[in-house]
């Protein structure tokens, strides 16, 4: 496709269980972000991606958190023992280096009971 | 650390009214900076960025923002809105450029209601 697809749309899941959040970027786009936005919020910086490896995780409230993108393309956000405040949209976003200019995705809503 | 406020958390215009949406950010050096639009069901599209240069910046759908440094201000502005403009705005500020690290600091945006 020409946007950036994520998968699931929606997620519900029961407190305590794993989750896994997927990204497929725009193709040839090498800067990958995840972003997470909560109600009536803006979207809050999680990581960063530059090819393969993650060039700043600074974002990642904790380390419950953590994400993978081992061939450089497809992106996983992977979530263990997930709580009631991981409840958000989860956003991706890729662009190419030094334009400025982000390409976002629907998101993935995660709800967690 | 840098930061971005919108003050305006819901304005409601009249279609082919005047818009004027606020952003004040607050950034060590000198800031990238952008608007994007959030429609439901859709992902934020980019509106319209400032790097350097003319500080006023023309956008796509007719939208333009100003870039003042002395009010750390880059308010966004539409002379005359549509029905389709309704939707969530979020001002952003950059800057953070190493290695191409686009990171961006969003605002709580501001959610526009257009009535007839």
């Known amino acids: 496709g020409a946007g950036v697809s994520q998968t699931p749309s929606n997620k519900v899941t029961e407190k305590g269980k794993y989750v896994e959040l997927r990204c497929d970027p725009i193709?040839?786009?090498?800067?990958l972000y995840w972003y997470r936005q909560s109600l009536g919020q803006g979207p809050e910086f999680l990581i960063y991606?530059?090819?393969?490896?993650?060039?700043?995780d600074s974002g990642l409230p904790n380390d419950r958190f953590f994400a993978v993108r081992p061939e450089g393309s497809v992106s996983t956000l992977k979530i263990q023992r997930t709580e009631r405040g991981d409840s958000a949209v989860y956003l991706c976003?890729?662009?190419?280096?030094?334009?400025?200019?982000?390409?976002f995705g629907e998101g993935s809503r995660l709800t967690v009971l | 650390a840098q930061s971005v406020t919108q003050p305006d958390i819901h304005i409601t215009v009249s279609e082919g009214a005047s818009l004027e949406l606020r952003c004040n950010y607050s950034y060590g050096a000198t800031p990238y900076l952008f608007w994007y639009v959030q429609s439901p069901g859709q992902g934020l599209q980019l509106l319209l960025k400032y790097f350097s240069g003319d500080t006023l910046v023309q956008g796509i759908k007719g939208f333009e923002a100003e870039f003042k440094r002395s009010q750390s201000s880059f308010n966004l502005r539409k002379p005359s809105v549509h029905w389709s403009d309704a939707a969530e705005y979020f001002c952003?500020?950059?800057?953070?450029?190493?290695?191409?690290?686009?990171?961006?600091?969003f605002g709580t945006g501001t959610r526009l209601t257009i009535i007839p």
């Open positions: 976003a890729c662009g190419t280096s030094h334009t400025g200019e982000l390409f």
């Open positions: 991606f530059q090819g393969t490896g993650a060039a700043d």
């Open positions: 193709s040839g786009h090498t800067a």
């Open positions: 952003a500020v950059g800057g953070d450029y190493n290695f191409g690290n686009e990171k961006l600091t």
